[in-house]
């Protein structure tokens, strides 16, 4: 059996981004979709002609009934017609083909093609009946892998799928990836980092969301003001000297009085004040009683002078030591099967996860997934101050976020995003709700 593929889809003919999620069809089930259409087609068709063939061997006895016979024929015949024209331009295959459960998709976009699939068929037809059925058998050995198209299927652009194994078209599916027709560069997100707030000066209502940031695209603003073109300033050039000057001018030696022994001393000058110097700072030891200072309540001793209190050792243990206090109490995830997940610290959810580069000391949580819709190591969850932040750790299927009960919306992989309490997240088919502990 064939699953559907989790990641881009490709043949020889190129990548189907449109097509991931769905789940090609298997061969058996294109021959039991043939048997179905024979066998419907060869019961409407006795059954027309039975009537038809009544009809006409009572023409002349019955007269009118023969008439209406006829009619009743003609009538089950365009309805045959018509029942088979809409299953192939309204769901993409034919009446067999419905009932096991396989449709015709458009390779580029993913939705039903109703003349893509008319062309296919079409062809098919033709090729049959020039041939006796004998192209239709040997059509089955153009099959190829992965996506299990043949001959008629890529002239067409389709691809027949079994929307019972896989993806239904016309459906909300988050593995989906989209092929823009010009690369656009990735959104800039604001990254939530623990323990720093948001800006006291803009109002709450103005930051914009992290999960939901988006790419600015408003031009720069350019100013025209002088200071935007600065220039460094010319170096330094002395003038130029006259002819026979030496390069430093020439300084007289300075003349002293001669000493007089008779002539009074001359007054010392004023000292001058050192500079303030700041008193040192006293060091108090852990062990060395500091002194208590004075309790205007206590009452004076004889002496004069105030009572003083020296702290025990005791009561400097008691200073030295820090006392544990609980933590706030943590987020948890819950799980769409009931589990419940506290994140008191970085956890790494996924089919298989195991520890990545930066994430060494990271808790593991394995998630069931039986259609492999999620990646061995999908995502990480770590807290938050405001809720909890999730990484996309580059997963097949992607990460979504649905804040205020709205569709969970892709994000950009290998980014950080605060998901606040209330919000639901959408990996691959499983998801989870941020709800308080």
Same mark, same amino acid.
């Not at 296919?120 to 058998?137: A, D, M, R, V, W």
């Given at each position: 059996m064939t699953l559907a593929p989790t990641s881009v889809p490709t043949?020889?003919?190129?990548?189907?981004? @449109?097509?991931?999620?769905?789940?090609?069809?298997?061969?058996?089930?294109?021959?039991?979709?043939?048997?179905?259409?024979?066998?419907?087609?060869?019961? &409407?068709?006795?059954?027309?002609?039975?009537?038809?063939?009544?009809?006409?061997?009572?023409?002349?006895?019955?007269?009118?009934?023969?008439?209406?016979?006829?009619?009743?024929?003609?009538?089950?015949?365009?309805?045959?017609?018509?029942?088979?024209?809409?299953?192939?331009?309204?769901?993409?295959?034919? /009446?067999?083909?419905?009932?096991?459960?396989?449709?015709?998709?458009?390779?580029?976009?993913?939705?039903?093609?109703?003349?893509?699939?008319?062309?296919? %068929?079409?062809?098919?037809?033709?090729?049959?009946?020039?041939?006796?059925?004998?192209?239709?058998?040997?059509?089955?050995?153009?099959?190829?892998?992965?996506?299990?198209?043949?001959?008629?299927? *890529?002239?067409?652009?389709?691809?027949?799928?079994?929307?019972? *194994?896989? *993806?239904?078209?016309?459906? %909300?599916?988050?593995?989906?990836?989209?092929?823009? @027709?010009t690369p656009v560069p990735p959104p800039i997100q604001q990254v939530g980092v623990p323990g720093v707030s948001a800006p006291t000066d803009a109002p709450a209502a103005d930051l914009p969301s992290l999960a939901t940031a988006k790419r600015i695209d408003d031009p720069i603003p350019t100013s025209s003001s002088s200071l935007d073109t600065w220039a460094p300033a010319p170096a330094f050039t002395p003038p130029p000297m006259a002819p026979g000057e030496a390069s430093f001018p020439s300084v007289p030696?300075?003349?002293?009085? &001669?000493?007089?022994?008779?002539?009074?001393? @001359?007054?010392?000058? &004023?000292? /001058?004040?050192? @500079?303030?110097?700041?008193?040192?700072?006293?060091?108090?030891s852990p062990t060395a009683p500091a002194a208590t200072p004075k309790d205007d309540r206590q009452p004076e001793q004889a002496d004069g002078n105030a009572a003083t209190q020296q702290p025990s050792t005791q009561a400097n243990e008691r200073l030295d030591r820090t006392v544990a206090r609980p933590f706030a109490s943590a987020l948890q995830v819950k799980l769409d099967d009931g589990t419940a997940v506290t994140i008191n610290g970085v956890v790494l959810l996924g089919r298989n996860p195991a520890l990545l580069t930066g994430f060494e000391h990271a808790r593991i949580v394995v998630v069931n997934d039986p259609g492999r819709s999620v990646s061995k190591t999908h995502l990480a969850i770590g807290p938050d101050t405001d809720g909890i932040w999730i990484e996309d750790l580059n997963s097949a299927n992607g990460v979504g976020i649905g804040l205020d009960g709205q569709r969970p919306e892709r994000i950009a992989p290998n980014v950080r995003h605060t998901v606040p309490v209330g919000s639901r997240v959408q990996f691959g088919d499983r998801s989870f709700t941020v709800t308080a502990s």
């Open positions: 043949d020889e003919t190129g990548e189907y981004p @449109a097509l991931v999620g769905y789940a090609p069809s298997a061969t058996g089930e294109r021959v039991t979709a043939r048997l179905l259409d024979g066998l419907i087609g060869g019961v &409407a068709g006795a059954i027309i002609n039975l009537t038809m063939l009544g009809s006409l061997m009572s023409m002349e006895s019955s007269g009118g009934q023969a008439g209406v016979a006829l009619m009743v024929g003609l009538v089950l015949t365009l309805g045959m017609a018509a029942w088979s024209l809409f299953m192939i331009l309204a769901k993409g295959t034919t /009446i067999g083909g419905f009932f096991v459960g396989l449709r015709n998709v458009d390779v580029r976009t993913g939705q039903i093609s109703g003349g893509k699939t008319f062309v296919k %068929y079409f062809l098919e037809g033709l090729i049959g009946g020039l041939t006796f059925g004998l192209g239709l058998l040997l059509l089955f050995l153009t099959l190829k892998p992965p996506l299990g198209r043949h001959w008629f299927d *890529r002239t067409a652009g389709v691809m027949s799928v079994n929307i019972k *194994r896989g *993806r239904v078209p016309g459906t %909300y599916y988050e593995g989906t990836i989209s092929a823009p @027709a030696a300075p003349t002293f009085p &001669a000493h007089d022994p008779t002539a009074e001393p @001359a007054a010392a000058p &004023a000292p /001058i004040p050192p @500079a303030f110097t700041p008193p040192p700072v006293p060091r108090i």
